[in-house]
């Protein structure tokens, strides 16, 4: 068993003793792959693993990837900041776009959707614990945008996707993850179909799952550190 594979387990085994923990079906969480900044090799040993969801912060580098491994029949999910310059990308290459923090943004990949692709599945980043410079739409402001982006053609609006501060505090990793868990209900009950909630990385996947987590973007666990970033 490659590391690669092996620690793909061992995260699969942190998801399965999660969810049993608050008595969920571990086929509830969907294991996103981070695989930023990996090559291409990286993600064919994941995928020899059984995985076939995999997240990239990078669009260029993540598109140029996309073409080395087109024989793989791989789900590709931007989990990185998308700027008006690089929606088309995202729009033509990706299925997810988990970053929406923008009606404009959402505009641009509804437009540039090709006709022939499926929609394109969408989540509204939510700034969750209000910091000041971080991004994400305020939880107050989340409603009339998940509005306005359901009713664009070409996008599915999925749900929600948050990135909370750090914090070794179990308790306190649970009450964030809660609030953006409301959130989505109180969406639901106004009649929006959401069933995503995108939220738990490496250091809080417990608590994230405990809260109600459906999707863990998990990198550092499974691929190790990471030692460049693209030019």
Partial sequence: MTTIAGNLQTVRDRIAAACARVQRPASEVTLLAVSKTFGPEAVREAHAAGQLAFGENYIQEAVEKMALLADLPLEWHCIGPIQSNKTRLVAQHFAWAHTIDRLKIAQRLSEQRPPGLPPLQVCIQVNVDGGATKAGVAPGETPDLAREIAALPGLRLRGL???????????????????????????????????????????????????????????????????????
């Fill in 161 to 231: 996707m948050t990135i909370p501060e750090p914090s070794d505090d179990f308790a306190a990793q649970v009450a964030v993850h809660e609030r953006a868990a409301q959130l989505l209900r109180d969406l639901r009950e106004a009649g929006l179909p959401l069933d995503t909630l995108s939220m738990g990385m490496t250091a809080d996947l417990e608590a994230a799952i405990v809260a109600g987590s459906t999707m863990v973007r998990i990198g550092t666990a499974i691929f190790g550190g990471r030692t460049r970033k693209p030019a």
